[in-house]
Structure formats: C-alpha cells, structure tokens
C-alpha cells in the first residue's frame, strides 16, 4: 500500500429504534458510516453485520439489508459481504474500511485556544425517539428525526477537506456534550453558545414534558461535573445537549478566521449547522454553557 494512504477501520451497530426495518437499515449503517467521515477518511468497503432470529420473517431482515446497502451506495463503497447471527433480538450495523491520508488524519482532541467549533446536525432526536415510543410524538417531528438520522455526513465532510480543520467527531451516543468532553480532553476548556445550537424544537417540548432518556442521564452522571451552565440555561436545553444522538452530525474545531467560509460551504448543501461555541485556555471548568444573545 502506498505510503501516502492510510486505512481507517469502524464496527458500529445496535438495536432498532424505528418500527420499520427499512428505515432502521439506513439509520444504523449512516450512523457506522460517520465515523470514518469524522476522521477524514473517505468510505470504500463495508460488510453488514447483524443479529437476527431464526423464527422471524426474513423478508425484515431483506428491508434492513435493503436500507444499509443503499447509503453504503450513496457514500461510494461497495458492501462486500457480512456475518449473520441467530439471536433473540434484531441488531444491525456496519464494519466500514476508509482511506485517508496518514497525515490528514483528524483528531478528536486537536483543539487550539481560539478555534471555534461547528455543528452540522439538529440536536434532539433521542428524546423525539423515545417520545414516539411512547405514542407522545407527532408524526411530524419523527419524520424529521429521520431525515436528519438518515442524511451521511458525507457532504460535509466533503467541505472540511479545504480547510485547516484541528478536531473532529461525530455527535453519536455520549451526546453533544459528553463528546465535546472528549474533544476538550483535560487540556482545553470551552465556551458553547446554547442559543446557537441547532435543536429540534419539539425535542425541547418533549423535554419539558419529561420524556427522557435513561443513556442522557448516564451523559449527564458521568460529564456533568466537568460542565458549568449558566442560571438561564433551561432544563429542557441542558437534556438536549445530553441526549444521545443516532447517527447523530459532525462537531468540527478548526481556526476562528477559517470558521465563516467553512460554515457557508456547509450551509450552501442545506445542512442545518451553526457556530455553536469556541475552545479556550485550560480553565476551572472544561465546558462553560452560556447564551450568546443575552
């Protein structure tokens, strides 16, 4: 293999958290595609990998497979093939091989004081989820949920190849702040503009209803004291930042004066992103949520 390629492997996969086998075949292989998108990389192969049972209909799992193959199309790999399991209970997912340059390789935690941090997916759809399961969310709002959990980060990551980017991951299932955690690492602190994130409004009405998720509150336990919110923070907001996000967007660190370009490139693919917060010098706390219209 030549010198100047490197090679990116990813296994993700994980039980339905949608009614139709379809859909849930794109939501998890979006969500295992990501991450090499969150490294850089460019996707070439994926092999399914899925937890089935015997007695159940096997055109359900014909729909999963259906679904997964299509964005493994959509992303420019080929799917080469999978392993099968018997199983009480159905789980999905992808082995995903990317390529990257071995200097072009992104970080999690490569932050500068300065950088400013972007975006690139609402917030909101663990809580959306778990209020449809409940029969408390409106169609609508899950309709939402899916388009955002079904769209690759793939374009976006496309934007970032022409710019200087220091940090980046995929929002998945520690939250938006329990991954900004890890991209902080001990070394950094950060200033994250609540009034700027992209949410899914009726995530928030959700919230105030109580219709929460127990994996946000592990968010909460186990990063909450690394976390400082200002007294007008909601609680709805701070259970939205810790809502654990399928196939969740980009959040992407690069330098301040680079920040505007990349968020129009973005922004021109119709993607729903924003700058949401800026890195800073080691502080008292790790992460500092304010409002920036105050």
Sequence with gaps: MSDDIGVIQTVDFFPPMVDDPYTFGKIAATNALSDVYAMGGEV???????????????????????????????????????????????????????????????ANNGGHPGDKLIITKKLGVGIISTAHRVGEATQEAMDKAIESMTSLNKYAAQCCKNYDIHGCTDITGFGFLGHLHEMVDGKLSCKVY???????????????EFLLTAVAQQNRNHAGRFIQFDKDISFAMQEVMYDPQSSGGLLIVLPADQAESLLADIQALG???????????????EIYVTNLNK
């Design 44 to 106: 070439k192969t994926a092999m399914n990998i899925v937890c089935f049972p015997q007695s159940w209909d096997i055109n359900m799992l014909g729909e999963i497979l259906r679904g997964g193959s299509e964005k493994v199309i959509e992303a420019g790999g080929v799917l080469v093939g999978g392993h099968s399991i018997n199983d009480v209970d159905v789980k999905y997912g992808l082995s995903v091989m990317g390529t990257v340059h071995p200097d072009k390789i992104y």
């Design 194 to 208: 609540a009034d700027q994130l992209p949410v899914f409004e009726e995530a928030l009405e959700y919230a105030d």
């Design 271 to 285: 993607v729903p992103s924003a700058i949401v917060g800026e890195m800073m010098e080691s502080g008292d706390k």
